[in-house]
């Protein structure tokens, strides 16, 4: 039978990709979460984009307008935010039914530019198209960092500690609750402002890339488990997790125990949490004033076994059959 998106995976195809399209010499092309690009003053230029579709990242009447706004440049910024670097635009493009009604694509754009305007990013253009019955959205977020002082995933060092910004799973909870039905209580309603809400970790992580000991850096869209893989792959490591160390919050405990839902897993595998991965010597990290927690430590790339840790729960992946 011939081979299917479904068998090569989302990111096969992206190898696939970058195989065919290498990125020219001192240029950080396909891999990382944003681009590179060296620029004459001093500086290099971060590039990323992102797309939201309905049906596959959003249901229409499982987030409001006002919030796939503040979320679709929410999760472009962050991209900016891996990289350590200042998201300096947006380019918004939409591919939108003729019969959405204006109040939405008010609420929409009221959203994006709450989200915007908080880091302070302009809107600087897009492009607009019909689309047959879903919406599609796609962000481009442009950046910039200091001449080779973006972090990249490729950067860490054995014996590094490996540490995340904030609590993860809250972001997935918040999404099964959604699902679910879930009453909105205080935790539930907490659980789901994580989800539709997400707050990239923008000056946090501006903060960890001056500090010359924080190595690799990426954020988390699609779960730990699967994000902490490419920083191993990229810099080949591996590395030991402890799990007992994963960041939780008190809502997500609380609503996990209430519904028998498994922290653990949503914390590994489910993603959308935005907050930032990375790595450091154990000397920087005494010196790290964002708030962050160490999960882990980078080994030597061991190949008798699986290169990373055995999380047991993997993260999301658009192709692959669950
Ligand atoms: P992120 O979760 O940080 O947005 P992705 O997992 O979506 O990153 O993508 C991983 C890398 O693959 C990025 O460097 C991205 O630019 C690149 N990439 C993804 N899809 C494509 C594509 N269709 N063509 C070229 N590069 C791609
Ligand atoms: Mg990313």
Redesign the pocket.
């Known amino acids: 039978m011939e081979k299917t998106l479904a068998d090569l995976g989302e990111f096969g195809l992206?190898g696939q990709?970058?195989r065919r399209?290498p990125a020219p010499e001192g240029v950080t092309g396909?891999?990382?979460?944003c681009?590179v690009l060296p620029q004459k003053s001093g500086l290099e230029s971060l590039v990323?984009?992102?797309m939201l579709v309905e049906g596959t990242h959003f249901l229409r009447d499982g987030i409001s307008p006002y919030d796939l706004g503040w979320k679709s440049a929410a999760v472009n910024l962050s991209?900016i935010a891996?990289m350590g670097g200042k998201p300096m635009a947006t380019f918004l493009s939409l591919a939108l039914p003729a019969d959405l009604s204006e109040t939405w694509i008010n609420a929409f754009l009221d959203g994006y530019a709450e989200l915007s305007g908080r880091f302070d990013v302009p809107l600087l253009g897009g492009d607009t198209t019909a689309s047959p019955d879903r919406i599609c959205i796609n962000v481009t977020v442009l950046g910039e960092s200091p001449y080779g002082r973006s972090r990249l995933r490729s950067a860490a060092v054995v014996d590094d500690l490996i540490c995340v910004t904030g609590p993860l799973g809250d972001s997935a909870a918040g999404l099964k609750a959604i699902l679910t039905g879930l009453e909105r209580d205080a935790d539930a309603s907490t659980l789901i402002d994580r989800y539709c809400r997400p707050v990239p970790r923008v000056a946090e992580g501006q903060e960890l890339r001056l500090n010359l000991g924080v190595h690799a850096m990426?954020?988390i869209?699609?779960g730990i488990g699967s994000d902490l893989q490419h920083i191993l792959d990229a810099s080949e490591v591996s590395a030991q997790i402890d799990r007992s160390a994963i960041p939780l919050s008190l809502a997500l405990k609380r609503v996990c125990a209430r519904q028998g839902w498994d922290p653990l897993a949503l914390a590994i595998g489910g993603g959308e949490d935005y907050e930032l991965l990375f790595t450091c010597t154990r000397q920087a990290e005494m010196l790290i004033c964002v708030p962050h927690f160490v999960i882990g430590k980078i080994t030597k790339r061991s190949f008798s076994s699986s290169a990373g840790p055995d999380w047991q729960v993997s993260g999301f992946d658009h192709f692959k059959k669950r």
Not at 30 to 33: A, R
């Open positions: 992206i990709i970058r399209f396909i891999g990382d979460d681009a990323s984009t992102d991209d891996a990426m954020d869209s699609d």
